[in-house]
């Protein structure tokens, strides 16, 4: 059954760093012509946004709120997605969902996903990260 299933997250004071992680089960990365793996988070009382994207060719994108503080990665061998962040602030905390688009054919467009995180096709549970003051 096709899976993606996150950890690392937790409490951590402003300033500090944690890592998360997403296993993607089900899913041959290989074997698509590009896809865009993702980091969503959602603070409470506010909507899901889209704050880091990396295609099949490793480019990235962030939303601005994260640039230069988050750091998206990909072990494909392991079909494991990374989020660090560092320099943690308060308003990081939040649910982070890895989320996922493929692509049988033709690009994935990290632009169009990070802002409109419905073309995601798959999500998963979510890991709780809280940063405190």
């Known amino acids: 059954e096709a899976a993606l299933v996150e950890s690392g997250g937790g409490s951590v004071q402003a300033g500090g760093s944690l890592t998360l992680s997403c296993v993607i089960s089900?899913?041959?990365?290989?074997?698509?012509?590009?896809?865009?793996l993702g980091w969503v988070r959602q603070a409470p009382g506010s909507e899901r946004e889209g704050i880091a994207i990396?295609?099949?060719?490793?480019?990235?994108t962030y939303a601005d709120s994260v640039k230069g503080r988050f750091s998206i990665s990909q072990e494909r061998a392991k079909s494991t997605l990374y989020l660090q962040m560092t320099n943690l602030k308060p308003e990081d905390s939040g649910m982070y969902y890895c989320a996922a688009r493929f692509m049988e054919e033709g690009p994935c467009s990290r632009d169009d996903v990070l802002e409109n995180i419905a073309l995601f096709h798959a999500w998963g549970q979510g890991t709780q990260v809280t940063v405190a003051s």
């Open positions: 990396i295609g099949h060719d490793d480019t990235t």
């Open positions: 089900g899913y041959n990365l290989y074997g698509y012509s590009d896809y865009c």
